[in-house]
């Protein structure tokens, strides 16, 4: 069964806007980590934040984490068409699994 | 470049048949997952064996078998196929037992037809 699910399944923005992304899970987690994949290849990890966490910054991604709400955003500032991809949340469980979400496919048009 | 390799890249055959997936993991890192992606769909955990022992399963068919080797290589073999089995199928790594971000390969496209 899927734990994260991610929100919106699908976000098309303007080259230079800022996207925003939502992880919700279930129970509780250890970490959250965000993944992209670009069209048909692996997963890259972009970040990765601790249940005792709340924000987490990466040159322009922002991470934020809501563990009462069980929820995490995912923050891409000044997009640019290179950061068009799939982008998935992964939380894990008591033993470590990671229970992944569905993803949300951003497109950024020029 | 992540550092895990998987072979062959795009594999095509027909119901019916066996086929087995390679991955080399990343450098140092004790831990293979073997991930199932149908079109435009999210991953599908599989298995992970760390260190030469299964450490946990996923939804794994019973058609589908997985083992790692003493240097660290792991193989997926995919039996009896069916066109539903047609995915792209990822293999990661991690140094450890779980926790810390895993590390994919680019996958190998399997078509069943």
């Known amino acids: 069964s899927q734990q994260g699910e991610e929100d919106p399944q699908a976000l098309s923005i303007q080259e230079g806007e800022n996207a925003t992304m939502n992880c919700s899970y279930k129970?509780?987690?250890?970490?959250l980590q965000w993944y992209r994949q670009n069209s048909g290849r692996g997963l890259v990890h972009l970040i990765l934040?601790?249940?005792n966490e709340r924000e987490k910054h990466s040159g322009r991604l922002r991470v934020t984490l809501d563990t009462s709400k069980k929820s995490s955003s995912l923050l891409i500032t000044a997009s640019r068409a290179a950061d068009t991809a799939s982008y998935f949340c992964?939380?894990?469980?008591?033993?470590?699994?990671?229970?992944w979400g569905a993803g949300t496919k951003l497109i950024i048009k020029p | 470049d992540s550092g895990v390799t998987q072979t062959p890249k795009h594999l095509i055959t027909a119901t019916g048949q066996r086929v087995t997936l390679r991955c080399s993991p990343r450098?140092?890192?004790?831990?293979v997952y073997w991930y199932q992606q149908s079109l435009d769909q999210g991953l599908q955990f599989l298995i992970q064996?760390?260190?030469?022992?299964?450490?946990a399963k996923g939804n794994i068919l019973e058609r589908f078998s997985a083992q790692q080797f003493p240097d660290l290589h792991s193989e997926l073999n995919l039996s009896s196929l069916e066109l539903g089995d047609s995915a792209l199928y990822f293999c990661?790594?991690?140094?450890?037992?779980?926790?810390?971000?895993?590390?994919f390969g680019n996958g190998t496209r399997l078509t069943v037809t």
């Open positions: 450098s140092g890192d004790l831990s």
């Open positions: 129970t509780s987690i250890n970490n």
């Open positions: 990661a790594s991690s140094p450890g037992q779980g926790g810390s971000p895993l590390h």
């Open positions: 064996y760390y260190n030469g022992e299964e450490r």
């Open positions: 934040i601790r249940s």
């Open positions: 992964a939380t894990d469980d008591s033993n470590y699994q990671l229970i």
